[in-house]
């Protein structure tokens, strides 16, 4: 494992703050002129980390570059040891406040609602999780390694022994994954039981699309295989639930445990007893529903309307979403019952939150999650625990590349200065801070190919989306952009870049090209520009 930079955290029972720390040096970021130049887009693998831009490149000086957040003794009193993260799959808002119990966890803790993905495909996602990095940075593009993805890309390149658990491993945090790891684990690897370094315990099916189905699968736990039927007893769901349950009960502390559902991703698998439940459950029907917006893009702008057998369809598979997310809701409740029965609750925080989201019928589009809109880019994020304020919403620019930093900090470590995110600990601490980002992007940069559980015969062309509170502004390779006010359009359905202000369309484009060439420090500089 690559060595962690010197670390100056006290243990997590201490009493203590994160503090974000400002570096001296003044660094210049070389990014793209222009719009995706054809050698930008060749490869999924393009080298564009700092200085390495296409010709005709900007040399932007971004001022100084702020290092990774540290842990003093001064403010944010809790007594945190371990963290429990529970991440659905495909899980979007839409679908998390049509779950009771879901939708009431905002009550119980501080709730990020701008939470921005890398990458609306699985695998790029739950790596940017585990590594604190873009997609542009982490390069494992997609889910299969066909096309530059899947865990064989991630194995390959090294990085799953520089990551989240190696970090807390090596300061001596007990580590747990059970559930769904990366797209393509375990294919390829010499022993089919293999598990990653870092993991003290191991919990991850091997199999599918058995494991999207809910039954039928094998589980690799601990390193020995473990096949299961199909019987109510052997809903995957419910089975890694148990096996949480059972290592919260008999973890020594400080843990991490994240237990990793593939709920409610398509096929969508229900639990016998939610078969009758959110029986009236429908899409939302939101501005967008079914409805085109002014100025589309040509990948989508000759779609026509869904007819009502096509929505009736869409609304029963809708339902079964979810019905299938309410094993989400379980989770939380079988992990608050286990900690409590353990005498942990009070040490331990609970993190809930998804990998992307997922639409349908908005904007007339069939059923996915490749979009930059935010049905498919902004997903649900609820910490909850000890002195984490309760009904707190925080609207700030948040990434799934702070969770890795975030939950290092948590745990009384450091995520190392090559990480792209930032910790959240301000916001735990004080409900926010004044140094803030100003924006994130989300990168889709390849396509899911037929065979792939995330295939879609409908894409976009590949694409960097700059996220702010107020726009959301985008590039796609084949030269399309498109600027929407979530300000005036929430729903993100009227395309104004032909009436915007052309030197705030610059501004905007002068972020994006910053974030799309970042690379660790220099990202939480370029994420700062004005906007």
């Known amino acids: 494992m690559t060595d962690l930079p010197p670390q100056t955290a006290v243990h997590p029972r201490k009493w203590w703050i994160v503090a974000v720390t400002a570096g001296v040096t003044s660094l210049g970021i070389v990014a793209a002129a222009g719009i995706f130049s054809a050698s930008a887009w060749s490869s999924p693998h393009r080298d564009i980390t700092a200085g390495s831009g296409a010709v005709g490149a900007l ?56 939470t921005t993905v890398t990458d609306s495909l699985c695998c790029p996602s739950r790596v940017s999780i585990l590594r604190g990095q873009y997609v542009h940075n982490h390069k494992v593009v997609s889910n299969e390694p066909a096309s530059g993805g899947g865990w064989p890309t991630f194995y390959r390149l090294g990085e799953e022994k520089d990551c989240l658990p190696t970090w807390l491993s090596a300061k001596g945090v007990q580590t747990a994954f059970m559930g769904k790891y990366l797209n393509a684990y375990p294919d390829g690897a010499k022993n089919p039981a293999y598990v990653p370094p870092g993991w003290d315990r191991w919990v991850v099916p091997v199999t599918q699309p058995e494991m999207y189905r809910g039954y039928g699968y094998t589980l690799n736990i601990d390193g020995t295989l473990k096949t299961y039927g199909s019987k109510p007893k052997d809903f995957l769901g419910d089975v890694l639930v148990g096996e949480a349950s059972q290592y919260i009960s008999s973890a020594r502390e400080p843990f991490y445990l994240q237990l990793s559902l593939t709920n409610p991703h398509r096929p969508s698998p229900v639990a016998v007893r939610h078969l009758e439940s959110n029986k009236y459950a429908a899409i939302p029907r939101s501005k967008g529903f079914n409805a085109a917006g002014l100025n589309e893009p040509a990948w989508r702008s000759g779609l026509s309307a869904l007819g009502p057998r096509r929505l009736a369809s869409l609304d029963k598979r809708w339902r079964e979403r979810v019905q299938s997310a309410e094993t989400v809701a379980d989770a939380y409740d079988a992990v608050v019952a286990a900690l409590t029965k353990a005498g942990k609750l009070d040490r331990t925080l609970i993190v809930i939150g998804s990998d992307n989201g997922y639409h349908s019928a908005v904007r007339r589009l069939p059923p996915g999650k490749r979009t930059p809109y935010l049905e498919d880019t902004v997903v649900p994020y609820v910490f909850i625990g000890p002195d984490v304020a309760a009904g707190v919403k925080v609207p700030s620019m948040t990434s799934t590349i702070d969770l890795g930093p975030t939950f290092a900090a948590l745990l009384g470590t450091q995520a190392p200065q090559w990480t792209d995110g930032r910790s959240l600990v301000p916001f735990l601490a004080r409900g926010s801070d004044e140094d803030w980002r100003t924006g994130v992007i989300s990168e889709s940069m390849s396509q899911a190919r037929p065979g792939d559980p995330d295939y879609e015969t409908l894409k976009p062309p590949r694409f960097t989306a700059l996220r702010t509170e107020q726009w959301v502004y985008v590039e796609y390779e084949d030269g399309t952009k498109e600027l929407y006010d979530r300000a005036t359009d929430p729903d993100e359905l009227d395309n104004v870049l032909p009436t915007a202000d052309p030197e705030l369309v610059k501004s905007l484009n002068r972020q994006l090209v910053a974030l799309r060439a970042c690379a660790g420090p220099t990202c939480r500089v370029a994420d700062a520009l004005p906007n």
């Open 59 to 114: 040399d932007i000086n971004l001022g100084p570059v702020p290092q990774q957040a540290v842990v003093t003794d001064e403010q944010f009193q809790t007594e945190i040891d371990n963290i429990v993260f529970i991440l659905a799959d495909d899980l979007d808002w839409a679908t998390f406040r049509q779950v009771p119990r879901l939708n009431a966890l905002q009550s119980k803790g501080t709730t990020f609602t701008n």
